[in-house]
Structure formats: structure tokens, C-alpha cells
T-cell receptor, first 116, second 115 residues
Framework: GAGVSQSPRYKVAKRGQDVALRCDPI?????LFWYQQALGQGPEFLTY????????KSGLPSDRFFAERPEGSVSTLKIQRTQQEDSAVYLC??????????????FGQGTRLTVV | AQSVTQLGSHVSVSEGALVLLRCNYS??????LFWYVQYPNQGLQLLLK??????LVKGINGFEAEFKKSETSFHLTKPSAHMSDAAEYFC?????????????FGTGTRLAVRP
């Protein structure tokens, strides 16, 4: 597709349930990011991939959060044993690594997760 | 740690009036700077960015921003507001200036445009 695609757009999970959020980046984009956006807040960095390598996972809030990108394209963010504080919009972004130092990340529409 | 401060979580202007959204950053060296817009139930869309060169940056939809190193600011302006500008605006920095580096966002400013 032309843009970053995320699915599902909306997810309601019961507390304690595991969820998996999918991100299809723009074709050919090397870098992929996950951000968490709580209600009324700006996005906060979760993790970053360059191709299939997870180079930075410093933003993952707990070991219940796990992300993968096994073939360097589609990525999945998994949250185990969801808690109410996990309720947020999860944004995926991708960017094309360039030789010159200029970053532009393209964002998907996000997945709104509500934990009840 | 790098941080971004957006003054005013809500700004309201009349249609046709000047839009001014404030952003200040803290960084030991000038970072790359960005403004993103978010419409309801949408992802973030890049308005403009500053990397190097001219400090006055022009973006889409008539917006522009000026990087002022001495003030550590990157305020967003538009001479004449349009109803379609109503959205949430986020200022962000890329402190390491490297492609692929994470962005640090401000908390956002919600712009309302009165008819």
C-alpha cells in the first residue's frame, strides 16, 4: 500500500488477555518504530527496528510488551496479560534510511486499545 | 534527557486570524525539529521539519516555523487560520540527528478555529 497500515484499528481486550497489534510499513522502509499515545498526551517511544534487528527497546514499559519484525517488513507488537494502564493508541511509523541525515517518519492511523 | 515543551494545551483563534503555536526544546546541541498534525482518529502527518540551513521552514497547508537557537524555540505559525486547521499539533525533536532515531514529542496543542 501507499502508507503505513495498522490493524486492527480498534481493539477491546479484557484485563489479563493477550493482544497482538500489526503494522505494515511502507514498502522498502528500513526503519520501523512503535509509539504509545495515552489519552491527551503526545506519543511516547516504545521500540525501534532496523530491518529485522530490534536496535532499541528502551521505551517498552514492562516485560509484558514484546515486539518483533522477523523478516524486516511487517511488525507485531504483543502485549501479554493486558492491564487497564495499557489502554492507549499504539502508533507505528516507518522511515527510509538515507545517506544524508534527514529523518522523516510516516505514521499509520494507529490501533486504539481499550482494556476493560 | 531531551525534552519538548509546548506552551498551551488548547489554543483558540478566529477564522482568518494568526495562528501561533509555541514549542521550546532542551538540548545541548540543536536537534532536528518537527511539527506534526493529528486529525481526529488519524495518524500523525508531518507539517514541516528543520534539519540544517535556512532557519525559516515552510511546510504544507501554509504553515511555517522558525528555528531560533538563542531561544531554543521552534514556534509554528500560519498567517490566516482556516476551519480545516482545527486539529492537534505536536512538536518533536530528533536529538541524535540520525536517521532512524526516535522522536521525542511534546504533549500537544489542540487548535480550535472559531467561525
Amino acid at each position: 500500500g501507499a502508507g503505513v497500515s495498522q490493524s486492527p484499528r480498534y481493539k477491546v481486550a479484557k484485563r489479563g488477555q493477550d493482544v497482538a497489534l500489526r503494522c505494515d510499513p511502507i514498502s522498502g522502509h528500513v526503519s520501523l518504530f512503535w509509539y504509545q499515545q495515552a489519552l491527551g498526551q503526545g506519543p511516547e517511544f516504545l521500540t525501534y527496528f532496523q530491518n529485522e534487528a530490534q536496535l532499541d527497546k528502551s521505551g517498552l514499559p514492562s516485560d509484558r510488551f514484546f515486539a518483533e519484525r522477523p523478516e524486516g517488513s511487517v511488525s507485531t507488537l504483543k502485549i501479554q496479560r493486558t492491564q487497564q494502564e495499557d489502554s492507549a493508541v499504539y502508533l507505528c511509523a516507518s522511515s527510509l534510511v538515507r545517506a544524508e541525515l534527514s529523518t522523516e517518519a510516516f505514521f499509520g492511523q494507529g490501533t486504539r486499545l481499550t482494556v476493560v | 534527557a531531551q525534552s519538548v515543551t509546548q506552551l498551551g494545551s488548547h489554543v483558540s483563534v478566529s477564522e482568518g486570524a494568526l495562528v501561533l503555536l509555541r514549542c521550546n526544546y532542551s538540548s545541548s546541541v540543536p536537534p532536528y525539529l518537527f511539527w506534526y498534525v493529528q486529525y481526529p482518529n488519524q495518524g500523525l502527518q508531518l507539517l514541516l521539519k528543520y534539519t540544517t540551513g535556512a532557519t525559516l521552514v515552510k511546510g504544507i497547508n501554509g504553515f511555517e516555523a522558525e528555528f531560533k537557537k538563542s531561544e531554543t524555540s521552534f514556534h509554528l505559525t500560519k498567517p490566516s487560520a482556516h476551519m480545516s486547521d482545527a486539529a492537534e499539533y505536536f512538536c518533536a525533536v530528533n536529538p541524535q540527528k540520525s536517521s532512524g532515531d526516535k522522536l521525542t514529542f511534546g504533549t500537544g496543542t489542540r487548535l480550535a478555529v472559531r467561525p
